[in-house]
DNA sequence: CTGTTAGCGCGTTCAG
DNA sequence: CTGAACGCGCTAACAG
């Protein structure tokens, strides 16, 4: 437990300007090399770390990371934030956390938005699942402010954005089905103003009709993503008349299957005897439910590592164009929020589609072995 | 997204000096009610917020408040965060996440605390299932340094923890064993260098106790909190000579209790039929396997809460005893680690142990109605 | 009750 | 290649 050293102490004990030390730090070119090592070694010998504070007050820029989640109670939450946590371990970066509770949703999701950027206390956002307040974000992406999406987006496209191939999982899935001999494969989908809910439809529909079966309008039932109206879609469905009811669903989320599961357990349905179940996201505990959940997994982690990794990349950028433009005191800039200091129109803004894969088990009729072991390597 | 203003702004708006300004934010006695009406009402109307960086470099203390978490891969982990989020949410303070990951974790937990130290960017430390670094947490705290422990501490406890009523808890549960007519009830340990492990250990002989039944060594096994060794126990314990096998077991962990279920459903052998079984945590994914987990309900997101609480009010404290001793720039103490500010051991460390509560479902043997649908609170 | 004056620790400019 | 000087936005001591 060194005593907390000062960039001029370390200057006072290698004999020269802190000036110098500050540029060995911040990697500087225009440092003699023997002075340059000599300050590292010193630094190293001493312990000595950088106030992130006062850093950010002098140079404008923070070494802090804003993450924002919706309410932890969405399952994929812990595994996209500690895919995140550990890649911003890896940098010289903090994570601030920033959750929407209820009280935050009623004030509106925008106030949180503001006190993020009015604070000035990140150097960038990572949004997770911004649901309702995507809209928010947006506005602080075409101010300038960095600004990195997971997992849910507007169309078209207008930031950065991460997230999972929703189509092409969509249709690893039904076609899994098909395979199995289904032919009457109902849907229940995410909200549909979600985009990743009308991908992952439209990756059913793109399976069915490879296959040369129509969509029937009665098989598709929009959900909530909640086990709730899993189960309601589920009881609409096996409510249908004998021959027009499915012998498989394929659900856009693993809760909105769990609310089959109920439904079936419920009314003494066999799964996968009577109908068979995919479900959409591989969250832990579909490993556990029985009979274990057949789902196409989202690579949750790498996501949040990816988004770290994209977002220092465009604070980088950022950095860069501000630098380049600055003559003088133009620090300015960054008090109008950072307003217009690039024209974020220039590129497309970048889009990371990662790819999906099938966990077969139990619920769509395969013979499953030993789930409960498999419970590290999927929830992890 | 009005224009960033600063203190300096505010003032000369309301024609005072950012002295006066700073004294009102501050809720400082001393100032003319209506220069402060004044103030206030120009604050709000500029959306004024101050810049936490700038105050914590000059105020010495920084807005900022350490969460120290192990791995996401602990299911407890979402619920607790939950808890803190939502009470930081509610200050003036913004969450910073620290997370030990493998790679922070081999080089030792001490680093990532020496960095938080160092950094000197929080104001004090929420720890949460510290483990392996409760040590390092513990001279934290012995330095002065504002710490609060979550569920895990040393004996003799030495730093301020939250933690569940683990005995209470342990034995509500093998009373109710008891009273479903069991007798050679086994208990899964946790590992025994935990305290909590010792004390559900203890509130499981106390029940036995209390009913005049010895406790049988073959009937407890150390685990390891996970399912893989709460699989290997269950195999122990099952594999014992009928007369002497257990018909009900106490996992001192839900995971553990999942390893019991994994076994038994390879086995063949009927829970709760054959076996009662009982866990510990009451983690969302409980609700979900079958037979559903009978288990001992923690409420980690009121840990999270208040082990809030009790930080804030650890570090107001703490920053008041600074300024009654403070004579002149005495802020050397802060950078001496802020070492010796207090005598720790003035009072004995806060411990605040929360009731737990059983909640009973399938798995020891009682009728379960509708268990999906439980979901929502359950994992809430 | 209020303003003036010094910094907090660091980044950046500008003149050597 | 180096150092002195200034300022980031705010708080705290000291004198009115």
Known sequence: MARKRTIDD???????SKTTVSRVLNNKPDVDPNTRERILRIVKEEGFVPSATAAGLAGGRSHLLGVLVPSFTWPMIPDIVCGIAETIGNTAYELVLYSLNDKTRENGEGDIIDHILSTNLVAGILAVLPGQSSKFVIRLHQHGFPVVLIDDQDDPPLVPWIGADNQCGAYDAVKHL?????????HIQGPMKYVCSRERYEGYCQALREHGIPVEPTLVIEGAFDTASGRDAAQTLLSLPEDQRPTAIFAGSDLMAYGVLAFAEEQGIDIPGEL???GFDAIGSSALVRPALTTVKQ???????????????????SDQQRFNVRSGYARDFMRLSRANVDEPANAPPL???????????????????????SIKSVSR
């Open 178 to 186: 098909l395979a199995l001999g289904h032919r009457r494969i109902a």
């Open 276 to 278: 068979a179940l995919v």
């Open 351 to 373: 889009r990371i589609r990662l790819a999906t894969s099938l966990v077969v088990r139990a619920s769509c009729g395969m013979r499953q072995r030993s789930p409960f072991s």
């Open 299 to 317: 690579p949750f982690q790498e996501m949040g590592q990816r988004g770290i990794e994209v977002l220092l990349s465009i604070i980088e950028q």
């Open 10 to 16: 370390i200057a006072r004990l290698a004999g020269v």
